[in-house]
């Protein structure tokens, strides 16, 4: 069983930057892709980043691109999210998860609580 917990979330300007933390007990990380996403107020969750067990490949929506980065420190358990440039259209809660593959595909494993990030306009 894995638990994983966000952090650093929070409010800030539009053009500011967070740093988004997700921490991880009960089980090593390193063996698992791991994914950043989230949900805005009335609608889906929804794929922000993800990132390999080694942190040597890296995937990102393209409302992102450029402007977030995925990382990950296997011998702290986490992964992280630098989230720069942001605007109003960011904010949401913010989930991480880790990732297996089922059908060909990616999906949510364990799942964190989420942390809200609202940015003001």
């Known amino acids: 069983q894995v638990q994983l917990v966000e952090s650093g979330g929070g409010l800030v300007q539009a053009g500011g930057s967070l740093r988004l933390s997700c921490a991880a007990s009960?089980?090593?990380?390193?063996?698992?892709?791991m994914a950043w996403f989230r949900q805005a107020p009335g609608k889906e969750r929804v794929f922000v980043a993800a990132?390999?067990?080694?942190?040597?490949?890296?995937t990102y929506a393209d409302s992102v691109k450029g402007r977030f980065t995925v990382s990950r420190d296997n011998a702290k358990n986490t992964v992280y999210l630098q989230m720069n440039s942001l605007n109003t259209e960011d904010t949401a809660v913010y989930s991480c998860?880790?990732?297996?593959?089922?059908?060909?595909?990616?999906?949510?494993?364990?799942w964190g609580q989420g942390t809200q990030v609202t940015v003001s306009s």
């Open positions: 990132i390999s067990w080694s942190g040597g490949s890296t």
């Open positions: 009960g089980r090593t990380l390193s063996t698992y892709r």
């Open positions: 998860a880790a990732l297996v593959e089922r059908g060909g595909s990616w999906t949510g494993h364990y």
